[in-house]
């Protein structure tokens, strides 16, 4: 007995120790991991496999222009834009000879110094010729012109002027008249006439009586006066006669289509329709306008309009006169622009070379620029976003019904995309066909100049009563931009327009450091969600284009609304949220708020592309890398997701002089960058996560999110 209990005893003194250590050992574990969970969820510890870097030359140039842009003062979830843009927007003042500067302008001005390499003192003597001559004869000029310059009433002809100037110099003046394909058979070219434009820009600085209107009012008139001093008219002549001239143009101006809109319509029998504004689509084009002007072309004196159009004639030259003209342009420009230097010499030629023969020019700039490889890897972009929009579409969408769904997922499927340039420029033969009418002179510049304007006004009549080439395109590779075309349900992408950017990485990938030439990365995605595919199907797809343009169009381009009336109805309820986000928005630059009416068809654009091509990318990254992550670049913090967002934001990174940020609000179709920006990221849940941005701050607009696709 006593053995066992000892026995017994000894077992017993056993397992207390044994439970002992065991509860050390789990109270040990405990702390050890609730260590390690703190120091995970601090950010001092990651249980993930340590990340790869690229530590190539062009990922260290990358990171170090990522850098360069970024303003780390500026909290991301308050104000992403200056976050993003402050170092770029610092470090790049506006040049003086421009209204506005950002990384597109950067990009334009880096292809016209690669033409400049390609490429490489008359006074106003020409044009005096042109205006002692019929149709030209100035009125203004009269007294000091000579004899053969006299103008004469009893010859005047309003038909043979408005002709000439439009059918010989490409001038544009009380009506224009141009060739392009029937919206209602898109098969077919038609002609169509519009409304031309005015000597300002902005028809408001016509009729308002703010400050800033009238001193461009005033501005405009002294430029008149002082061009016609120029040109050899006595001072108190020209004085009198451009008043009339201005006169008349306010007349011009003062015919409101709006306002005639809005006194046909009996909002008393239409209640809903109180709202209409000038993004509403209008599908006639402004029969009135052409009555109207009538009705003052034949109140007015013939001199007037004489000198009104000679006028028009003669603004639209003075790029081309001597020094002592454009400096007295530049005194008009700094009113209405702010600018305060001319272009330089060889920018201006450069720009007119590749305006005048663009496919020449756009031989030269594909033969020593244009990357193949990246051709490809745009086309597989593409791809990835017409996935992206149509998963979006069949997932997410709750407000279209089937029926409208299957359509619009058979427009995706019909865009066609074209990257990098038409393939009939590199055919010599066919470029220099068109080019066998016009002679040029190294003599005569002023001569060459008038030729090509020739040329250009004639040019696309050539396919009048001829079929769309629907599968061809007429892009100039040096175009710096991308667009959607409703009539051949297309996206053109230009060589230049797929260039490397300003701080981007200088291959597909951050810096193509450890992916093929076909594998675009974060870089490539975000910046196709500005204007590449994503926006300009969301301007297509998401019927995006001026307030909801791109229903109108079926997938064959041709006029033929295809939406149904719920999904119509759905559709214009959601844009409201839009509306009112971007109407609240104030730039103090310009003074003024966005309009949120106008911008509506490119704000949905810009959040729609967001998203698509945030999709996009992260399939890409599933699909052809297997789930795992590009390298990060080196010396920098940002995740790849982060660098998408970054990107996105760069390729918006522009300063405005306030004369250009007035404008931009009053006549631009896109919101201002920084709203482009901060708009479309506060509604996208991606970005917050992100960046971790709280729910209650700036670029986290939570339940008060607005999204359409």
Excluded at 127 to 155: A, C, M, T
Excluded at 283 to 311: C, H, M
Excluded at 341 to 355: A, M, Y
Excluded at 692 to 702: A, D, E, F
């Amino acid at each position: 007995m006593e053995a066992e209990t000892g026995s017994s005893r000894e077992t017993g003194k056993s397992a207390s120790k044994g439970t002992r250590i065991a509860l050390v050992v789990f109270i040990g574990s405990t702390l050890v991991l609730g260590t390690i969970l703190f120091l995970v969820s601090q950010g001092f510890l990651s249980l993930q496999a340590k990340q790869e870097y690229c530590l190539k030359p062009e990922c260290i140039e990358a990171a170090a222009a990522i850098l360069s842009k970024v303003n780390p003062s500026v909290d991301p979830c308050h104000n992403f834009f200056r976050f993003a843009c402050d170092g770029w927007i610092n470090s790049n003042p506006i040049p003086e000879d421009m209204p506005s500067y950002g990384v597109y302008p950067w990009l334009r001005h880096n292809v016209d110094l690669k033409l400049k390499e390609a490429i490489e003192k008359a006074d106003a003597k020409p044009l005096l010729h042109i205006l002692r001559h019929s149709p030209f004869r100035w009125p203004v000029l009269e007294s000091n012109i000579g004899p053969e310059g006299v103008w004469s009433e009893r010859k005047f002809s309003l038909l043979q002027t408005l002709a000439t100037f439009r059918g010989q110099y490409s001038n544009s003046v009380f009506i224009r008249l141009y060739v392009s394909p029937d919206d209602k058979a898109s098969n077919e070219h038609i002609l169509k006439l519009d409304q031309a434009t005015l000597s300002l820009a902005v028809r408001e600085d016509y009729l308002d009586n703010s400050t800033e209107a009238k001193s461009y009012r005033e501005a405009l008139y002294k430029f008149m006066v002082d061009t016609a001093v120029l040109l050899g008219a006595n001072s108190s002549r020209a004085e009198h006669d451009m008043k009339s001239v201005l006169r008349l143009e306010i007349k011009i101006a003062e015919f409101d289509w709006l306002g005639y809109i809005k006194k046909v319509i009996d909002t008393r029998l239409y209640p809903d329709l109180k709202d209409i504004g000038p993004s509403e689509n209008v599908v006639v084009r402004v029969p009135q306008y052409f009555k109207d002007l009538f009705r003052i072309l034949g109140s007015e004196r013939k001199k007037t309009i004489a000198n009104y159009l000679v006028w028009r004639m003669v603004y639209s030259r003075i790029p081309n006169l001597s020094r002592r003209f454009q400096y007295r342009w530049l005194e008009f420009s700094r009113v209405i622009q702010g600018t305060t230097t001319l272009l330089p010499q060889w920018d201006k030629c450069v720009n007119f070379i590749e305006s005048a023969l663009p496919y020449v020019v756009g031989k030269m700039f594909v033969d020593v620029h244009f990357q193949e490889d990246k051709k490809e890897m745009m086309e597989e972009m593409i791809e990835g976003v017409r996935w992206a929009f149509i998963d979006m579409l069949e997932k997410e969408n709750e407000w279209m019904d089937a029926g409208t769904k299957k359509k619009a997922k058979e427009k995706a499927r019909a865009v066609l995309s074209k990257v990098g340039y038409p393939e009939f420029i590199m055919n010599d033969t066919y470029v220099n066909e068109d080019l066998k009418a016009i002679k040029f002179s190294e003599s005569d510049y002023f001569g060459n100049v008038l030729q090509t304007r020739k040329y250009l006004a004639q040019s696309d009549f050539f396919w009048l009563r001829k079929a769309v080439p629907k599968t061809e395109w007429f892009t100039n590779p040096t175009t710096v931009n991308a667009f959607y075309s409703a009539s051949t349900n297309q996206i053109p992408r230009s060589s230049a327009g797929s260039g490397r950017q300003p701080g981007r990485s200088p291959r597909p990938g951050w810096a193509q450091c450890c992916t093929t030439p076909a594998h675009p990365g974060p870089a490539v995605y975000a910046s196709t969600a500005d204007r590449d595919f994503q926006q300009e199907s969301s301007r297509s797809l998401s019927s995006g284009e001026q307030n909801i343009r791109g229903r109108k169009y079926d997938k064959n381009g041709n006029l033929d609304p295809w939406w149904s009336l719920d999904s119509e109805e759905k559709f214009k309820e959601k844009t409201k949220c839009m509306v009112n986000q971007y109407s609240n928005y104030y730039w103090k630059k310009a003074g003024l708020n966005v309009k949120g009416k106008r911008t509506l068809g490119e704000n949905i654009a810009d959040n729609g592309g967001l998203r698509e091509a945030f999709r996009a990318y992260r399939k890409w990254i599933n699909d052809k890398r297997q789930g795992v992550e590009e390298p990060l670049l080196p010396g920098i913090t940002f995740t790849n997701n982060q660098l998408f967002f970054l990107s996105y934001a760069h390729v918006r990174c522009n300063s405005y002089r306030p004369e250009a940020a007035r404008e931009q609000v009053q006549i631009g179709a896109h919101s201002p960058p920084e709203f482009r920006v901060n708009g479309a990221i506060s509604n996208f849940e991606e970005f917050q996560k992100a960046f971790n941005c709280p729910s209650n701050s700036t670029m986290n607009r939570g339940t008060d999110s607005c999204r359409l696709w």
